[in-house]
């Protein structure tokens, strides 16, 4: 059974590059890596997916090594704006879990 | 606009009293999921529909009904809510490619509704 396991928490400071990685065990062939953020009081919102090696959008990178047992959401240049709960979620149903809470120090 | 619309956003209720939480995505999708998050418990998923007529438990369905007759509706039924249910609740929905799981498609989430029973 897949399962994705990402840290509790995370501090940073304004303007630095963020890196939060999950590990996804027994993901499947037919699975992509998936990442989402939620406001407090608000739905968790898509930010970015892959299958593997390097995606970037306007709002992060997403870095998946050839084994596909991790991956890695990197936030260049942090604001206190990004401040918010992030998530991998397993696929196969879409669970969430707890995420990892991010907070972004001035 | 593609979206999700939970109601209501906001009910207080007593204890026993049925109530019902809609919820309604305007892009024809497949999946749709219902979620209750509380502090320090995460993303919690309560039961998830692949289709019309395809319904199943998610992680914590005790004290919760769904139905799914309508590939756009995905209501949260609670038969007798008691305090253990206060909570604030999420509806999703997300296209179900064949072959693919719910979650390789983006997944659009509702405004929440935040529930209170005393």
């Known amino acids: 059974l897949a399962k994705t396991t990402q840290p509790i928490s995370m501090d940073s400071y304004e303007g630095q590059e963020v890196n939060i990685t999950c590990s996804h065990n027994?993901?499947?062939?037919?699975?992509?890596i998936t990442w989402y953020q939620q406001f407090p009081s608000q739905g968790p919102r898509f930010i970015i997916q892959g299958y593997k090696t390097k995606v970037t959008n306007e709002v992060a990178s997403l870095f998946i090594p050839a084994d596909r047992k991790s991956s890695t959401l990197s936030l260049p240049r942090v604001s206190l704006s990004d401040t918010a709960v992030y998530y991998c979620?397993?696929?196969?149903?879409?669970?969430f879990g707890t995420g990892t809470r991010l907070t972004i120090i001035p | 606009e593609a979206q999700v619309t939970q109601n209501p956003r906001y009910l207080i209720t007593v204890t026993g009293k049925k109530l019902t939480v809609t919820c309604s995505q305007n892009?024809?999708?497949?999946?749709m999921s219902w979620y209750r998050q509380d502090p320090g418990l995460g993303l919690r998923q309560i039961y998830y529909s692949m289709n019309v007529e395809a319904t199943d438990k998610g992680d914590v369905p005790e004290g919760y009904k769904v139905s799914r007759k309508e590939k756009r509706n995905f209501p949260l039924i609670l038969e007798s809510p008691s305090p253990n249910q206060t909570s604030l609740y999420f509806c999703?929905?997300?296209?179900?490619?064949?072959?693919?799981?719910?979650?390789?498609?983006?997944?659009?989430f509702g405004q929440g509704t935040r529930l209170t029973v005393v």
């Open positions: 999703a929905s997300s296209l179900l490619r064949q072959g693919a799981l719910p979650g390789n498609t983006e997944a659009f």
């Open positions: 027994n993901i499947a062939t037919n699975d992509y």
């Open positions: 892009m024809n999708h497949e999946y």
């Open positions: 979620p397993r696929n196969e149903k879409l669970t």
